[in-house]
């Protein structure tokens, strides 16, 4: 059976441990605004060449890069559904964080991990491999032609809509009535299934998924024309104290991920939930004190890991296409 075709574009919004292959593709979410004081500080320019030099960027052709720190890294997915003939018009697109990975693996499937996260100290070869973290892997699960694979969904006491301000800090519940609102009056024959799922109490977090490239699309669709109502009509405070103040389009657009897999579950499409991993330690400085060289990824850490004769064959496990010296 031919291969599905896919790309999994890997977000970051500062220099970290690039996972890169034929599949990972790094994307740099808010580039346009990157020289710019954020929550997180001001990024230097020698680092910020460093994310030019090794990771593409939301900021070209049709984008909404300007918009980042209000829809976080929804950003990414706009570009990638605006220029998806850039990523080789795969079969499958999908998300996740820089920190932040799905785990393929088996044996991992049928565990509860706290929040569904399974806490990783740092990315190495022994990770991907273990977690099946690989083109074979990947390719392997897209045989079973799934519509749309997530995260594994999150039982809470309160309501998807009250655990929305219950949880995030200075957010506001009415912004979720206000997307309601608007899902009414731009997509009525959406709206019951959207507000049942905003009063139930399963929860789909973090923002990552793999869709087939048409579900991808009608989702697109959907959600945008949402987002830039909701964001034109959100009382932003004068003067923002909080970063959480000004990122609710991106926290209700991960809410609206979660209505959309009920929503298609309803209408029968395949899904599958996987858990993902929470990476503790990101800093490449940290993790490759010794390395000269620009680029830090996966191929770093093969060659930091094994001795040469089993180079080979775990970089082909991983998909990676050469070796960096």
Known sequence: MKNKTIKILVSYHKPSVILKNTIFTPIHCGRILALEASKDGEISNKNYKWMLNNMIGDDTGDNISYLNRYINETTAMYWAWKNYDK??????????????????????????????????????????????????????????????????PQETFDSVLDNYARIIPHVKRENMLLTLNI???????????????????????????????????????????????????IKYPDKIKYPEEQRECGYITERLDGAWYQLKMNESYKVMSLPISLITNTDRAKLFPYMGRALYDVTNIVLSSFRPQKQKKYLKQLGLEKVIK
């Open 87 to 152: 990523l080789g018009n795969p079969d499958y697109i999908g998300f996740c964080h820089y920190r932040r990975h799905f785990i393929f693996s088996e044996n991992d499937r049928n565990i509860v991990f706290d929040w569904g996260e399974k806490n990783i100290q740092k990315i190495t070869s022994k990770y991907l491999l273990e977690h099946d973290i690989t083109t074979e892997k990947i390719q392997e699960l897209l045989q079973e032609n799934y519509d749309i694979i997530t995260t594994i």
């Open 183 to 233: 899902i009414k009056e731009k997509f009525p024959e959406y709206f019951d299934a959207v507000n049942n799922y905003f009063n139930q109490n399963l929860n789909y977090w973090y923002h990552s998924f793999i869709m087939k490239k048409e579900v991808f699309f009608e989702y697109c669709s959907f959600l945008f024309p949402i987002i830039f109502e909701l964001h034109k009509n």
